[in-house]
């Protein structure tokens, strides 16, 4: 198969201009001397889309809409410290089969970027025994010391 150039957006549109104006396929290819079958194919495309530009690719649909997008940053900007496992439970089924991940990615291009609260160490049984065993070692203290204390 022989390498062509695209036929420039001006160019499809005067051909399109002077086929409406009653003008052949024949006498179009000649006069602009690009072949036949290009000028027919131009004219399909214009007749079907109503556009001589170059049509969006067929790649893969995203997974999230825009509607799903703009709902995904609401929640974020009414509660931002909101967990991504958490908008996915509040998107329920309307958010379809999307992963964590995803709604990161969306949050990322959206400007919103990680906001995690702190994770608070959880208290065990030593750590309250300790807490007692101080309080109870400092009962006779003063206010003075206390006031020292954190």
Known sequence: MAKTKELTEDLRLR??????SGKGYKTISKCFEVPGDTVQSI??????????????G?????????VLARRIVRE????????????LMNLGSAGGNISRQT????????????????RTPLLQIRHTKAC?????????KEEDFWSSVL
Request: proline share 6%.
């Open 15 to 20: 051909i399109v201009a002077v086929h409406k």
């Open 43 to 56: 004219i399909k495309k214009y007749k079907t889309f109503c556009t001589v530009k170059n049509l969006r």
């Open 58 to 66: 067929r790649g893969r649909k995203p997974k999230v809409t825009p």
């Open 76 to 87: 974020v900007k009414k509660n931002p410290r909101i967990t991504t496992k958490a908008i």
């Open 103 to 118: 709604v990161q990615r969306t949050l990322h291009t959206a400007g919103f970027h990680e906001c995690r609260p702190r």
């Open 132 to 140: 007692l065993a101080f309080a109870n070692a400092h009962l006779d």
